[in-house]
């Protein structure tokens, strides 16, 4: 039997193209942020980290190069389980935060003579992006103690899955972290009119512990436990409904939530309820568990059609 022969061109290449795989996300994947939306620098040092989320959904920064684990002390042992950072080390090597060898920030006193070798030659590298006109490091004072800055003055809290979380930008500014087909960010806002939205209430404020704080006697936020349980993971995900309903769309950026601490984000706690959509202070404080619907945002409005939008 003779070989079938293809047809081809004049360079002896086939003249039709397989077609391309497009690369998915398994559904049943625990974290579906790719690789490009997992690199970025120190703010403090400009050194590169990666980006991942605990199993406890906060973001960690973590050292972009594997290290043995016998230099590296327990307590600074790290590992990727399906793409969320895990503690301890599954294999003779580990990862590390970055903050344990930031060169802006204070040494511990545990640091072995590996990891403060590895924390020079990181201010070195501070030192050349410095003296080369490519990095100004910010001053020590106004240095945000949480894991990003916050980019607003006000910030608002969010009560999800009975979880409360500071969003890193106001509700009609958070946007969709999923991948578009031309593999762009999705422009889409997670807030959308059509879909069950919370409602803006006061509570008390309350420590991680669940002790009471002195910070402030109440504090508003925008309580998302009565909307369904798909809507709220919806939200903790930051994911358009369209997004959202395509189990295989990846994400290019971490989800911006913070978990809320009284003492941390204490800028951000306010006792007056907003009068208008979605986030704006009010000149009346309402009774404490009072709640106001927050109506629809006008300017974070998507388009009504689907066929149109690009996922």
Known sequence: MQPHHFARRWDSSPAAASPRRRLRVDASSPSRLLRRGQNGRCRKCDNRVDWHSRTDHRPIGLHPHELPIRPVPTVYRWHLSGGVACRGADSPWCRIPHAAVCPRRAPDSDLTPVLTELRRRLAVLTRRRIDAGVFTPPPPATCPTAARPDQYPVLPIVEILHIRYLAERPLE??????????????????????????????????????????????????????APYAEQLRWRAQRCPV????????????????????????AHIHSRLPDTAPFSLGSEVAPPGRPVCCPPSHTATPPTHVRGRNR
Request: net charge negative.
């Open 173 to 226: 500014a958070l946007q969709c972290v999923s991948q578009t087909r031309r593999g762009h960010r999705c422009p889409h806002p997670v807030l959308d009119p059509a879909a069950p939205h919370g409602v803006w209430t006061l509570s008390t404020v309350t420590s991680g512990l669940g002790q009471l704080t002195l910070v402030a006697e109440h504090l508003v936020l925008y309580d998302l436990n009565r």
């Open 243 to 266: 997004h959202m309903a395509a189990s295989t769309a990846p994400d290019l950026a971490l989800a911006g939530w913070l978990v809320f601490d009284p003492l941390l984000h204490h």
